[in-house]
């Protein structure tokens, strides 16, 4: 005795496409880069200003020179060696703001909630 079982996943394929995928990163990525910013150090505003969201929302660049050292939180001091920065001018901002979006639980629920709208799975 057997059981014939038919799956039809026309409605999951449809959902998961490249397209649709591809949209709900860019979703999620702009929206991340406007959280982002205010844990961004500003002094001048140079290096808020100066970034971008990739074409297919994979990542978030910060075209600066220093960005890096500002993004890790070291530079090197006059003896080649690694120095710590410990004085970020503006509150609220410090090294691996990316981290500190991540530990921002609701602000991480709104990015995981611009995927889905892009991605357009509410359907």
Do not use: C
Not at 4 to 18: P, R
Not at 115 to 120: C, E, L, P, S, Y
């Amino acid at each position: 005795m057997g059981i014939k079982v038919h799956v039809d996943i026309a409605k999951l394929e449809q959902k998961l496409n490249d397209t649709q995928l591809r949209r709900g990163r860019l979703a999620m990525a702009n929206d991340a880069h406007q959280a982002m910013e205010k844990y961004v150090p500003k002094k001048e505003g140079y290096l808020r200003e100066n970034s971008k969201v990739a074409i297919d929302g994979s990542s978030v660049y910060y075209v600066q020179p220093y960005a890096r050292a500002q993004f890790y939180g070291f530079i090197t001091n006059q003896y080649g060696g690694p120095f710590r920065i410990h004085n970020y001018t503006t509150p609220g901002t410090s090294r691996r703001w990316d981290l500190r979006l991540k530990g921002n639980l609701s602000e991480m629920a709104m990015v995981k909630e611009a995927f889905i709208n892009g991605a357009q799975w509410h359907e």
